[in-house]
């Protein structure tokens, strides 16, 4: 047998008479894998790197701070305390005594100390919206009914006003015993007496305005949530538009004491309404999925100039707050709070693992308390403490399992004490399947993975002491090769797939002529004959086109071999090697008629270092090998006066007789149907007339087709007598 078959281009390089025809079979179901050149393989040693402030985005960090370099060092102590009454935090507000309310859903009121978190009020306005410290008590506002409440420190309640608004979005202090307060839905701020008189400032354009604060002379600044203006109202009453920004929503306000206001803008609203029998209008913190546009912060010099300030690396901003060491960001879709340095520049000073940070106020202290959602938590941070911090990086995905190596941090120590640990585990979101954290300290030197092969892997940075700056973190890692797999192996019929001329994608339209003399044009799809293989020239027989489906786990490229079987032998046969493409014709000439497998096997040896490449096969299900054309045993043509009558016998070694055909005097060929009216048998026999037929000589040629497409042919002369 030969060591290969003679692939179909080198044939029709070799064959100038089959230019005119066209090798039609679908490539684009055969799933072809090319290799590409300077592609990274399963051999190659790879190195996952932290070393920018965008690496550590989706992190958790306490204790520690994220320069805007991307540097690591001690930052604020945090403190978490779980509020396990609520799932969402609206607002905060620190009072005399130093404790923290926190308005929550269900018209709930907790309380902070630093003993935990108790319950204090529950109102009937729905949800805790805004809250302003009123001495030990505070001033709450409500949606969906637009209530404000005193509460006093005692726990005891009072409804002060019915703004007549859907929602109270923001409270600040006005003078004399009042508020002004931020409605919506009808975007207006108001000014709520201490005996519950309203007096309405500013009817805005706005559907909402969700925030608010003090401008320090007396009167307030306010954002919108449907046309993104900042508004100031004056203390004499008066309003102007301070800043129109290009997107739509003003979450969050603050006020620097330099006079300048920063102004966190939203493409798109950060608080989205429920609407359900429960829940009808209860507003949510939005939970955006990834692709949003990201919150943008605008430095606002009343009188002067608007400058873009920073662009949050989270998809919202819901809280500002200022203080000595300046203005502090809280974010969502993962809790983390920045602190801005200058344009362009933050530092991250907390990377929460709850869903949204939506309020955040100042102690007396300079303490900062920074409310969570989803779930509810308050962070108690201490600037000025700097002691000890950690931080877990973002799950590493390596999309494939993995082997981990060596793992180096850079930077400088400067006294602290460096510990780093890592586990693995195998689903995207660590949970209890995941291996225990392993490691220890790391010098400079670096140490090793102690985590085991996985596809995910997580690390976490302790530091103790001294004045640390880790500039970088790094672990190198490579995959596990994987074996290749083939599936799909399929052996068309002896020349299926070969067209005469040229492939035309358009169906050519037909014109018909209908009652009333109106003209149709319409198209048909027609389906490829079955049964028609007369038409393939001799040198089409014998091959098969033989398809297959591949893929590399690891996408290291692929080459293939094809070797064949005769069915109930054990021994395979080589057809073909080194192949770059997942199709191949073969030509089954090369091979006796019979039942045969064909087995394809896939290598990813170009892609892997010697000794560790790996192979995946599949076999075809069994077919057959028919190149025999079949044998016309008998054949009789009888001329008769204007006809001539026809009699046969053929059979076939390998199948059944497919067709059997006539042709008088090189005409049109046509069928005859064999004995028993199906071309089912191996052996058929056949009877016919061809009428009228001219008198005189004639020529009749038969033609006897297989399954295969082989076929056989004889031709008789006889005479044709005039009729009576």
Known sequence: MPEHSVPLLRRAMARSSILPWVFAFGLCACGVTLGTPGAAS?????????????????????????????????????????????????????????????????????????????????????????????????????????LVYRVRANGDTTLLARTGERYVWALVPADRDAWYAATGTRGRILRVGAKGTIDVLLDSDETNIVSMIADGHGGVYAGGDSRGRVLQVRSDGSAR?????????????????????????????????????????????????????QAVLYRILPDSVVTPWWSAPQASVFALAAGPEGVIAATGNRA?????????????????????ITALVRGKAGDLFAATSNPAAVWHLRPGERREGELI???????????????????????????????????????????????????????????????????????????????????????????????????????????????????????????????????????????????????????????????????????????????GEAKWWPVAADLEDSVYVWDSRTVRDGRY?????????????????????????????D???????????????????????????????????VSLDDGEWRPITPAGGIADRARATFTGTLAPVDPGPHLVNLRVIDRAGNFATRAERVTVGAGR
């Open 42 to 146: 399963a051999s190659d040693t790879h190195w996952w790197t932290a070393a920018s402030s965008k690496d550590y985005a989706g992190a958790e960090s306490r204790g520690l701070v994220i320069d805007a370099d991307g540097v690591i060092g001690l930052g604020p102590s945090a403190r978490m305390t779980p509020v396990d009454s609520l799932d969402i935090v609206w607002s905060a507000a620190v009072l005399a005594d130093g404790s923290v309310a926190l308005g929550g859903e269900d018209g709930r009121i907790v309380r902070w100390t630093s003993g935990g978190v108790r319950p204090w009020v529950r109102l009937a306005g729905g949800q805790v919206l805004s809250l302003a410290a009123d001495g030990d008590g505070v001033i709450a506002g409500t949606g969906p009914d637009g």
């Open 241 to 293: 538009t301070l800043f129109d920004a290009p997107q739509e929503e003003i979450r969050a306000l603050a006020l620097t004491p330099e006079g300048a206001v920063l102004a966190a803008a939203l493409t798109t609203s950060a608080v989205q309404h429920a609407s359900g029998e429960d829940d009808e209008d209860r507003p949510r913190p939005a939970r955006r999925s990834p692709g949003h546009d």
């Open 336 to 356: 983390a709070l920045y602190l801005l340095e200058s344009r362009g520049r933050a530092t991250q000073w907390l990377n929460a693992p709850q869903g949204q």
């Open 393 to 567: 990086s973002p799950a590493f995905d390596a999309e494939r399992t993995a082997r981990f190596g060596a793992l180096r941090w850079s930077g400088e120590a400067s006294g602290a004490h460096v510990e780093i640990r890592t586990r693995s585990g195998n689903t995207a979101e660590p949970d209890t399947t995941w291996t225990p954290w392993r490691g220890g300290a790391v010098g400079p030197d670096g140490s090793r993975v102690e985590a085991p092969a996985g596809r995910y892997l997580q690390w976490k940075l302790s530091l103790e002491g001294g004045r640390p700056r880790i500039e970088s973190i790094e672990v190198a890692w490579r995959e596990n090769n994987v074996p290749p797999w083939v599936e799909g192996v399929r052996i068309a019929p002896q020349g299926e797939g070969f067209r005469n001329g040229r492939l035309s994608q358009r169906t050519e339209p037909v014109t018909q002529e209908i009652d009333g003399g109106r003209r149709v044009e319409f198209s048909l799809k027609h389906k490829p004959s079955e049964t028609s293989r007369d038409d393939l020239p001799l040198w089409v027989q014998g091959l098969r086109v033989v398809q297959w489906s591949a893929e590399d786990p690891n996408d290291d490229p692929l080459r293939y071999r094809l070797d064949v079987q005769r069915a």
């Open 597 to 625: 497998l064909l087995r394809v096997t896939a290598s990813d040896l170009e892609g892997n270092a010697i000794g560790e490449e790996r192979e995946g096969d599949a076999v075809s299900p069994s077919f057959t090998v």
């Open 627 to 661: 190149n025999a054309a079949p044998t016309i045993d008998a054949f009789e043509a009888r001329g008769e006066p204007g006809r001539i009558t026809l009699r046969g016998t053929a059979s076939d070694a390998t199948g059944p007789v497919a067709r059997i055909e």
